[in-house]
């Protein structure tokens, strides 16, 4: 792995290149969501039912011998990927097909990745079975491909969700979880009670939804009280939908405000936000939410891509390779939420306040 120094500068000129394809994207943004065989239609679990935690049953305890087992190292990197529109054609370099979505998810399977949301990483609530290794999905923008209801109130088919699902039906343990940032118009809907459905569905069916800023300004070039209206704003309508207080953030453009703890937290006009991990639009793995230089406050991602071009070492084909021939480097997980196991080398590098958790082999 890089140095601080630099990685701070890698993630700086991956920025800087995502902010150029994002804005391409956008646009070129198609007004019309895609239109998908009846045939991919899938079946939703109930509202009434989110996917259950996954990990270890209750009362199970990760001994330092079992650690060793199982291989677990819970200072081990992380890939938050990072997804804008799944379309059939491709308009921008950062779209996806749904084949290569699919493709992706199933390799992350194959590979033993387990999904858990962003704010669940953020807080360091990371809940997957032993010998195991979690992956975040996240969306932004809140874009038609990634979520709708069609007439029968079910995952409208070929959107992001409806793809989750039918991988987590065939790879079993593969947790259907995943993290939406939205704008002002969720998934592109015009109407409140259209906005209020889907969001409902994605939160009771145990995905995450939450601040993507509301009009998705680059928000170094605004003033902080600026950054803080458009946060705020943004909380409102998610509060309104039935999907906050958010608990992330993810940075349009990946870009910070001059003013890093303004897009943290902070109020406006009585709207206060307070998140627990604000997201870059970055270039490599997330540190360990239980490391020393984990940064909640500006969290690493991985756009999902190939290795062509921008990509050839930045985007998630590369970084996936990268982490199956360096599994030291993974975080494998012991199974057991109440420890934290590490390889005895690495006692270190773990922050204080969860010194008292580690199991070390």
């Known amino acids: 792995m890089r140095s601080s120094a630099s990685l701070t500068r890698v993630i700086g000129i991956a920025n800087v290149v995502v902010v150029v394809v994002a804005v391409i994207g956008l646009v070129l943004l198609p ?76 390799k992350l399977a194959e590979q033993g990745y387990v999904p858990i949301s962003a704010k669940e990483f953020a807080a360091g609530d990371i809940r997957v079975p032993a010998g195991k290794s979690p992956v975040v999905l996240t969306f932004d923008d809140g874009h038609p491909s990634h979520f709708g209801l069609d007439a029968a109130g079910n995952p409208r088919p070929g959107t992001a969700v409806a793809i989750i699902l039918q991988v987590a039906a065939k790879y079993p343990g593969f947790r259907p979880v995943a993290t939406f940032w939205i704008n002002h118009t969720p998934f592109g809907l015009p109407t409140e009670p259209e906005q209020a459905a889907a969001v409902g569905w994605l939160v009771g069916n145990g995905f995450e939804v939450a601040n993507h800023t509301w009009s998705h300004p680059n928000l170094r070039t605004l003033p902080k009280k600026k950054v803080r209206r458009q946060i705020a704003k943004a909380e409102r309508l998610l509060r309104k939908l039935g999907a906050g207080p958010a608990k992330t953030m993810a940075l349009p453009y990946g870009s910070m405000p001059r003013s890093k703890k303004t897009a943290r937290s902070g109020a406006w006009e009585g709207t206060a936000y307070d ?41 998630s084909q590369y970084w996936l390779e990268w982490l199956r021939k360096h599994p030291r480097e993974r975080y494998v997980s012991d199974g057991d939420p109440g420890r934290i196991s590490i390889p005895g080398r690495l006692r270190g590098k773990i922050t204080a306040k969860r010194r008292p958790l580690v199991n070390a082999y």
């Not at 239609?41 to 270890?56: C, F, H, K, N």
């Not at 992380?78 to 699919?102: E, G, N």
């Not at 999902?304 to 050839?312: F, I, V, W």
């Open 31 to 106: 007004s019309s969501a895609p239109q998908v065989p009846a045939a991919q239609r899938v079946t939703p679990r109930p509202t009434s039912e989110p996917p259950a935690q996954v990990g270890q049953p209750p009362g199970v305890v990760a001994t330092p011998e079992f650690a060793r087992q199982v291989k677990a190292n819970e200072l081990g990197l992380v890939p938050v990927l990072m997804y804008h529109r799944i379309v059939k054609k491709r308009h921008a370099s950062i779209d996806r097909t749904p084949a290569q979505f699919r493709r992706e998810l199933e």
């Open 275 to 315: 998140f627990t991990g604000v997201f870059l639009a970055g270039a490599e793995p997330s540190r360990s939410p239980y490391a020393k230089d984990f940064d909640r406050g500006a969290i690493q991602r991985i756009q999902s891509n190939g290795n062509k071009g921008e990509c050839r070492k930045w985007c």
